[in-house]
Every structure is written in C-alpha cells, then in structure tokens.
C-alpha cells in the first residue's frame, strides 16, 4: 500500500507565532478547549510520574547528573579540540566531515549530496536540529521529497505542522486525529483511531520509504571524540532501516553533542531515556563509526548560534542539553500551553532558553513563558540552571530594548512607588479604598486578574496601620 | 535576639491576618520582634520581569530599614527568596551581603533558628498544604519530588504539632499553582489554568482550608476558589500554627 501517496510537497505551515502572536496569546487559544488542555496535561503528567519510578529506581542518580553535568562541563571549556579529535578520528574511519556555520550552509551540503546522487528524495529519522534548521521546508522548494521515518515525525509531518515536542513530537494529537490524518492520507478506513492498526499502517508505508530511498538523513545523540563514532537513540529503529538501506548515510549534528570517550556514553545513555519517558535505556542506540562497502557516510557539524551561546557567560551552560525533553513534560505552562505555543523548533523550558539567542526580538516573550517554579532544573538529566537562565534572560531582553512600552512605564511606576515608604502608604490606601467603594474600577474586563479570579477582599486597615496602633513603633 | 519582621507589601496591604499572626507567633515564641515602619516591598515584581536594574530603590530601602537586626523574618518563601538571590548595593555590598545572609522565611526560622518542636495550637480541620515554589525549590524548606533524595518538610513538621489538624494528600505533591507574580496576569489563561487544576487537587481530597508558606499563591488559589462559590478557604500557614485566623 501507500505507493502512491502524494503527500509529499512538505510545506510545514510556518511556526506559529512567526506573525507575532505571543506565547501568551497561542496559550490563550490553546487553553479555549478546556478539555483538550486537561488531556495533554495528563498525558504528559503521566510520562513525569514514569520518569520518577524510573529514577527512583537508581539510588545513585544525583550523582549520575553531577557527573554528566562534569562531563558536559569539561566539553564545552574544550569544544575546539573535542571536535578536531573527533573529525581526525571520523575521517580516518572513512567518514566526510562538513562544518556548517549556519542552517543556510547545511542545508546548501544536504542538496549538494543528493544532487550529485542524482536522486530526488530522501529518508529522514528524527533529527531535531534540521527542523532548527528548516531543512524540509528548503529541500522541497528545491523539488526533493523528504520522508520523516519516526512514527510521531511522520504524523506531524502529514498534518503539515512542526513537531509540538522533542521527543514526542505529535504529542499534542489525539489519536482520532491521527485515525483520521491516516484515512485522509494513507487510505485508511475512516473513523479508525485503533493505535495497533495506524501503527502498523504507518510501519507498512514507512517500510517501502527505507526500501526506495537512496539517501538517508539522520540526527547524532553522541559524537565520541576518542573513536570518532557517532550513536543515535531511536525507539522504532528507524535511524538504522534509514541508514543500513541507504547509499548515502548523512548525519547532522550540533557542535554540542561530543562527549570525549566511549566511557561516558554509559553516563549519558542511563539518564537520557529515564529523563525522557522513564524507559531504563532506548530500544535502539546504533553506534554508526564507519561507512559499509560501497556506502557513503557524511557528518555535517553545524554551530547556528551555538558558539555565541558559549560565549554567553550566563547562558553557556544550555548547551549541556541533551534533548531528552524532560523539562517539557514536568513544565506546568508547557503542559497547559502546548509545544507550538512557544513557536519555535524547540519548545519547552529549554527551548526558551536557547530560541533567545538565535533571534532576542522574535523570541523575547519565551523566558516570560515561565513562574519560574524550577521543577525544569531538577529535573535536568545535565543539571541545566534552566530556570536561573530564564530569570537572566528576562534581564537582558529589557536591556536590549525588546520590553513593551506599556510594561516599561509601569514598571517605573512601581519602582518609584515602592521606593518611597510615603508613596507606596497613599498607593496603598488609595488602592485599598477603590477596591472598597468602587469596585468597577478594577472589576471589569480590563483586569486580566479579575477575568476567572475574584479581586482580594481589601481590608479596613494594613498591618502597618494595625501595627501603629497596637505596638509601639521602634 | 531581635527579628526584624519583613512583612511584604501585598500582604501588608491585603492580609494583615497573616503578617499579624506571624507577629503573635514569634512572640509567644519568646522573640523580640520589631516591625520598621517604613518598609515597602522587596523588589521582585520588577525584577522577575526583567527590570532588576530598577530595584536601586527597593534595595536601599531595605538594606536601610532591616540591616540592623539579628536576623530577618517574613512570612513569604518567595520576598525572602528574592533578597536572598538577588540584593545588591554597590555602595555597600557588605551589608546587602549580610542582609541575604540573614533573613529567613517563617517557617525555616522556627524549625532552624527557634528550633520550636512543639506548639501550643489546634486545628481540627481537614487541610491541604500547598507547597509554594520558591519556597520549596528555590529554599529547600521541603523535599522537591524531581529529586532522588530523603523526604523532610519544614512547613510539614510545625503542622504536625497542631493539635487536630489533618494534613491531606495530593495527586500532585508539589505543582507550580501559577501565580508566578506577574505571569498571573501576563499569561492569564495558563495562570489560571494551573490554578483551577491546584485548587481542584485539594478539592478532591476533602480539603476545608488550604494552607502555605506564600500568600502570594494562596491569594491566587482564593481568587479562584471565591470564584467558584466555593466554601473552601485559604490560610497562611503563620495564622494555623498561631491557632487558627482572626485572633488579633
């Protein structure tokens, strides 16, 4: 089946929120469908809950994330030479090393590669670095049919949408969704939503993709330096029916992903499934470390913003991340917002940490996203300060100008206000009097407090009052 | 030993319950507390929402008013987390230094400092502790359930020696409410969101009161439950352990 399917034109709909529509206003339309957000919260709740019983499991797991933090630490103050090592060692394997600086560059490498294969389509596994990069979107305008093989991937992909989440990128669909995304493109019967069935419909039509695709595209979780090899985690195996079947193998890669030995890839390995979904370990971890007979293998190793970010004192530490996606699922607003809320590749926590410095305006309401509860932090496979980050991103969005006019003058106002023990007494009382006598004022459809909260009962007299009155002042 | 008593500007101006008794509290605790009458706000409005560089005055302020004391107490985890975290006054940092050292929410004072182990209170009531963020995460004063690590709680354990009360079990132990200061109004429907799902988390499990260490959150949770019609109320936890509200 599914020969003939023509869904193949690739254009994502843009992220949303390109056209300036906040995190704020796509969480607004989100949470319209009450119902929808209590299901998406609890679906992900529960991939928390496993998360826990899986670490829990492991007594020694504080000390499994000091260690891989250490690792990951050690990586970035030596970035320079863990990535030459890494290329001397890949290229004497028979690997072709590219460096990208940009996602222009990369994506310029992939279509060389497959123009001068002189193909016109191509297999992809999960790779969430070409959707930073918006490779889809650039190779179909350049007329070359890609297949996004991870079942969530090809979902996302049919429904013409960017993945919600990293590593459950159609996490926001339910599954009638995709019953019927599947009938509408795959020729299944309408009204089945029976997971068993669309599972295996989608193996079936992902299976003839693997068997006609000369070039395939894959993601690297670990780049080890002391071997050169580079694995990638897969659930579905799809990484390697991409690769194995493939004349032409090409990994892409962040600069970030190195680790410095095959040793540590035991540390990493233990935390990143546990993090993600609460698994022990991923059904696959492919080691790739060099080309079979007659096959091509390219590793394109792209900064895109990466080494501004290192720079970025404060910030550098973001670059530990390991894509695990757990700060997502334990996330409060992500669960009551969704993925595309935060419209960008990378969602969540993290992603509003690191979307910042690919583009400070665009992404200036993303570190605001937050209550900056910290559950994100402690639950860092790498112990990223992800909330800390979110605090000093929101200062230096103000610094550079990117605060709303509105938010600028209030915020002065209240400075110079709380400033002042005179000012802030009459401020309060004031305030306390209209809430009293004229309750309009505050209680109309202007207060975004008063919308779906009533307004505190504003008492007779403050504690400074009460205090004045009943102590004797110091 | 003299406290200095913080007592932050929302809850100076809308629960005077809750700073009163902390007050009453402290002193039958055998403290010498002192209130400084010209105290405003810590500065973490501006602050968390990135105007840090506009806190100079709050700073100043606060540095002037409670330098001076032994130790500094205030009955909200997130106003102490801020000074904690991020005071600062070039012209003296010694002192913004000492201030962050030595202030203390509430209940990290009584079981740290005051090392209190029992209290003279009753509270037979059905109550649900709601464990306020940055309290919890950001000043550990209980257990974080991310954390592979023994179970303690400061909030918990002075409870405990209330006379009757029943302390209920959540779904969800420790779930941001969303309040989070000014998310509550810049991101109205996922603040709300998250407040009818905490509220409704202690609904289940029979809560009469709910209870904290942040009036901040409780303040958030009350608008939603008065909005409701429901009959459940809010309490800071310094108006349990002082034996219960309105007792001035």
Request: proline share 6%; aromatic share 10%.
């Given at each position: 089946m599914s020969q003939n399917i023509t869904t193949h034109t690739d254009k994502k709909l843009p992220l949303q929120g390109a056209g300036g529509a906040d995190h704020a206003a796509l969480a607004d339309i989100f949470n319209k469908d009450e119902d929808r957000v209590n299901w998406h919260d609890e679906t992900l709740w529960w991939i928390r809950a496993k998360r826990d019983l899986s670490v829990h499991k492991i007594p020694e797991w504080e000390a499994l994330r000091d260690t891989a933090s250490a690792i990951k630490n050690n990586v970035l103050s030596n970035l320079n030479s863990y990535l030459q090592q890494f290329e001397a060692n890949a290229?004497?394997?028979?690997?072709?090393?590219?460096?990208?600086?940009?996602?222009?560059?990369?994506?310029?490498?992939?279509?060389?590669?497959?123009?001068?294969?002189?193909?016109?389509?191509?297999?992809?596994?999960?790779?969430?670095l070409t959707e930073e990069l918006h490779l889809n979107e650039y190779l179909a305008e350049n007329g070359i049919d890609v297949i996004d093989s991870d079942l969530g991937e090809r979902i996302v992909q049919l429904a013409k949408e960017p993945p919600s989440h990293i590593v459950l990128p159609c996490i926001h669909k339910k599954k009638e969704e995709i019953?019927?995304?599947?009938?509408?493109?795959?020729?299944?019967?309408?009204?089945?939503?029976?997971?068993?069935?669309?599972?295996?419909?989608?193996?079936?039509?992902?299976?003839?993709?693997?068997?006609?695709?000369?070039?395939?595209?894959?993601?690297?979780?670990?780049?080890i330096a002391e071997t050169g090899e580079f694995v990638v985690c897969t659930n579905e195996g799809n990484a390697d029916m991409g690769a194995h079947l493939s004349d032409i193998h090409i990994a892409s890669m962040g600069i970030e992903k190195i680790i410095p030995e095959r040793k540590h890839l035991g540390v990493f390995l233990r935390l990143l499934t546990r993090s993600a979904t609460g698994q022990p370990i991923t059904t696959y971890s492919s080691h790739f470390s060099k080309p079979r007979d007659g096959q091509e293998m390219h590793i394109i190793i792209v900064d895109n913003g990466r080494t501004v970010q290192l720079g970025r004192e404060d910030f550098r530490n973001s670059l530990k991340c390991i894509r695990c996606g757990a700060c997502m699922n334990t996330c409060p607003v992500y669960r009551r917002s969704g993925g595309h809320s935060y419209h960008n590749a990378i969602s969540g926590p993290i992603g509003a940490i690191l979307a910042p410095n690919l583009d400070m305006e665009k992404y200036a309401d993303?570190?605001?996203?937050?209550?900056?509860?910290?559950?994100?932090?402690?639950?860092?496979?790498?112990?990223?300060?992800?909330?800390?980050?979110?605090?000093?991103?929101?200062?230096?969005?103000?610094?550079?100008?990117?605060?709303?006019?509105?938010?600028?003058?209030?915020?002065?106002?209240?400075?110079?206000?709380?400033?002042?023990?005179?000012?802030?007494?009459?401020?309060?009382?004031?305030?306390?009097?209209?809430?009293?006598?004229?309750?309009?004022?505050?209680?109309?459809?202007?207060?975004?407090?008063?919308?779906?909260?009533?307004?505190?009962?504003?008492?007779?007299?403050?504690?400074?009052?009460?205090?004045?009155?009943?102590?004797?002042?110091p | 030993?003299?406290?200095?008593?913080?007592?932050?500007?929302?809850?100076?101006?809308?629960?005077?319950?809750?700073?009163?008794?902390?007050?009453?509290?402290l002193e039958k605790l055998g403290v010498n507390v002192v209130y400084p009458a010209n105290q405003t706000c810590c500065g973490q409005p501006m602050a968390n929402s990135g105007f840090e560089h506009l806190t100079g005055g709050c700073n100043e302020l606060f540095i002037k008013n409670f330098a001076e004391f032994d130790y500094i107490v205030a009955p909200s985890g997130s106003c102490v987390l801020h000074i904690k975290h991020h005071i600062h006054d070039e012209k003296q940092p010694e002192k913004a230094a000492s201030v962050s050292h030595k202030i203390y929410e509430l209940t990290s004072f009584l079981t740290d400092v005051?090392?209190?182990?029992?209290?003279?209170?009753?509270?037979?009531?059905?109550?649900?502790?709601?464990?306020?963020?940055?309290?919890?995460?950001?000043?550990?004063?209980?257990?974080?359930?991310?954390?592979?690590?023994p179970y303690y709680s400061k909030p918990g354990s002075l409870l405990n020696m209330v006379e009757g009360i029943e302390l209920i079990e959540l779904n969800r132990a420790d779930e941001c409410c969303g309040f989070g200061g000014t998310f509550c109004v810049a991101e109205e429907a996922v603040s709300v969101k998250m407040g009818k799902d905490r509220v409704a988390d202690h609904l289940k499990h029979g809560a009469e009161y709910i209870t904290g260490v942040d009036m901040s959150c409780l303040m958030h949770m009350e608008g939603i439950l008065n909005r409701q019609g429901s009959k459940v109320k809010i309490l800071h936890i310094a108006e349990i352990l002082n034996g219960g509200p309105l007792n001035p």
């Open positions: 290229q004497a394997n028979g690997i072709v090393i590219h460096w990208a600086a940009d996602g222009a560059e990369h994506n310029a490498i992939v279509h060389s590669l497959i123009k001068k294969h002189n193909v016109t389509r191509m297999v992809k596994s999960k790779s969430m019953g019927e995304l599947f009938h509408q493109f795959l020729g299944t019967p309408a009204g089945n939503a029976d997971p068993q069935f669309l599972t295996e419909t989608a193996r079936h039509h992902l299976r003839e993709t693997f068997l006609s695709r000369k070039v395939a595209l894959t993601g690297v979780n670990f780049a993303l570190p605001f996203a937050s209550t900056l509860c910290g559950s994100c932090s402690n639950v860092c496979p790498v112990k990223i300060d992800i909330h800390d980050q979110l605090y000093k991103w929101r200062q230096v969005i103000v610094q550079n100008g990117y605060a709303p006019t509105a938010k600028k003058l209030s915020m002065q106002a209240m400075a110079t206000t709380l400033a002042s023990p005179f000012a802030y007494h009459m401020a309060g009382k004031a305030g306390r009097l209209v809430m009293k006598y004229a309750p309009f004022a505050l209680n109309n459809k202007l207060n975004p407090w008063y919308k779906q909260r009533d307004m505190p009962k504003p008492p007779d007299e403050s504690f400074g009052e009460w205090y004045k009155k009943n102590r004797k002042a | 030993m003299t406290v200095g008593l913080f007592i932050p500007c929302y809850v100076d101006q809308f629960y005077p319950g809750a700073a009163i008794a902390t007050l009453q509290l005051l090392k209190v182990t029992s209290l003279p209170a009753k509270f037979p009531h059905k109550v649900g502790m709601h464990q306020s963020c940055h309290g919890q995460r950001g000043l550990h004063l209980s257990q974080m359930t991310e954390l592979v690590a």
